[in-house]
């Protein structure tokens, strides 16, 4: 289903990966995964979460503190693309581990994860690979420069990561629909009120998404006590508040060996106009 990003034109898969008619060629990872990120304005080595930031998700989401909203999330994709056959795109799938839930809980459908890290995709695709995954693909790619042809996907669904009007509504078909998963307004308040004199609940986001219409969301919220100094450091690198908090609250952060905090997310459904 992939496009090339050099020229625009489909690309076909062969032993060694995906060449298009005008010869561009793009292999396949020992992993799993193919690089399509080849946009000028971004260094492929370099884009998206390095190693260190994909080590603390794995390590944190491992021990399954929002296996929640994973399920939850994968229940939403079910009820949109049913028992059909279905192609659906996780866009900003990160390290993989939302996305190789989903292709658990769709094995109807085909899955394509992509994000500009390929330190994620690669961590995605080997997941994938020890799972038995088959129905699950993954490229280093931009979500706002997707490598698919216009209407070809049933649903996108993008979880913390940023959003594309313009490209979510070029990929989806007629009526697709589109999920977006966000923090709710407590979202980890108890960990913000350790690293600040004034925690402050999460505003809602503004994605502008004029192609799209709303047409359902829940919200889930629930209190996870973190075990271990590591849980919740790495949950800390997993943040924002990782590149913004002043020295003082990382160290009473970095000095706790539990910490109790509440978990919120948001799952907002939208149907392309």
Request: aromatic share 10%; proline share 5%; net charge positive.
């Amino acid at each position: 289903m992939y496009i090339c990003p050099v020229c625009g034109s489909p690309l076909k898969e062969n032993k060694k990966g995906f060449c298009c008619k005008k010869g561009h060629r793009f292999d396949t990872a020992a992993q799993g995964y193919v690089n399509l990120l080849t946009s000028s304005h971004r260094n492929p080595k370099t884009a998206g979460d390095n190693a260190m930031m994909v080590k603390a998700r794995t390590d944190f989401l491992s021990r399954g503190y929002y296996e929640k909203l994973a399920n939850s999330a994968a229940d939403v994709l079910a009820d949109i693309v049913g028992d059909k056959p279905a192609a659906v795109i996780d866009s900003g799938c990160g390290e993989g581990y939302y996305t190789n839930i989903y292709a658990r809980r769709l094995p109807q459908a085909q899955l394509y994860g992509v994000d500009i890290s390929k330190n994620a995709v690669k961590h995605g695709a080997s997941q994938a690979k020890l799972l038995g995954l088959e129905n699950v693909h993954y490229a280093a790619a931009s979500g706002f420069e997707l490598p698919f042809p216009d209407r070809c996907a049933d649903a996108l669904i993008c979880t913390f990561a940023p959003v594309s009007n313009d490209e979510y509504a070029r990929v989806l078909k007629k009526g697709g629909k589109l999920v977006i998963v966000c923090p709710s307004p407590i979202h980890l308040f108890g960990m913000k009120s350790v690293l600040y004199e004034k925690p402050y609940l999460n505003k809602p986001n503004e994605y502008g998404l004029k192609s799209f219409a709303p047409c359902g969301s829940q919200r889930i919220e629930y209190n996870i006590t973190l075990e271990t100094n590591a849980d919740i450091m790495n949950l800390f690198a997993m943040t924002p508040y990782y590149y913004k908090t002043p020295a003082e609250g990382r160290e009473r952060l970095s000095a706790l060996q539990t910490l109790d905090t509440e978990c919120g997310f948001d799952i907002l459904i939208f149907r392309k106009k």
